[in-house]
């Protein structure tokens, strides 16, 4: 319950400038329809059109969004053809949703929207990772992941980067779900605080002499 309390007032204090323009009957920012180049389930499409409109450098690279059963909650990578074959920038990225009813972890439909976005937005910003690096670029990425130290250095440069897309409140909100609120396993937990940005270090960076960032959030 202190868990929720926490969350609760997470959400409303951060949403609270969007609140103001709804209560003056302006209209809200930030809905736009799927860039033609991604092909994005129906069961997605809300938060995807949401996070569309951050990202214009990505409207044009093939991104396909499937489910199948993985050992976290999403992962990207690029297809293996497009890779070897194919330019930078004709690449087709694939994004897994685990939907695996026996993972220890989090599963996407169990994660509350604000905080959905701030999961998409991190494996976006793989992409645009991804998309800035050549075929042996790629291939270091890769072997990074074969460490654990390369594995957390690998994940917090991804994490800064929704920081630097403007997308701070909402990676926040993912990582606290995560920790604070969710059912996962102590070990699903345990890796994503060593392995990823914490709520704790996320929050830091709300303040600018005391006062929280002016960065209303899209409901």
Do not use: C
């Not at 990676?171 to 059912?183: P, R």
Request: hydrophobic share 45%; proline share 4%; no cysteine.
């Amino acid at each position: 319950m202190r868990y929720f309390a926490t969350y609760f007032l997470s959400v409303f204090f951060l949403s609270f400038p969007f609140l103001l323009q709804f209560a003056k009957g302006e209209e809200p920012k930030g809905l736009s329809s799927l860039p033609a180049a991604w092909t994005i389930p129906e069961a997605y499409h809300d938060v995807f059109e949401l996070v569309a409109e951050f990202i214009p450098n990505l409207h044009n690279q093939n991104i396909v969004v499937r489910a199948g059963k993985l050992a976290t909650t999403m992962n990207v990578r690029p297809s293996l053809f497009s890779l070897l074959f194919k330019n930078r920038d004709k690449r087709t990225y694939v994004i897994r949703v685990n939907t695996d009813s026996d993972f220890n972890g989090v599963l996407y439909e169990d994660v509350p929207e604000l905080a959905r976005v701030g999961l998409v937005m991190h494996e976006l910003m793989h992409i645009k990772d991804y998309k800035s690096r050549n075929f042996f670029g790629v291939l270091q990425r890769g072997m990074q992941y074969l460490s654990v130290r390369g594995k957390t250095k690998f994940e917090q440069e991804i994490d800064r980067m929704v920081i630097e897309e403007g997308m701070r409140n909402y990676l926040f909100l993912w990582a606290l779900y995560i920790m604070e609120e969710s059912d996962a396993g102590f070990d699903y937990k345990e890796f994503k605080r060593s392995t990823y940005l914490t709520p704790a270090e996320i929050f830091i960076d709300f303040y600018d002499d005391g006062v929280l960032q002016d960065m209303p959030l899209i409901l």
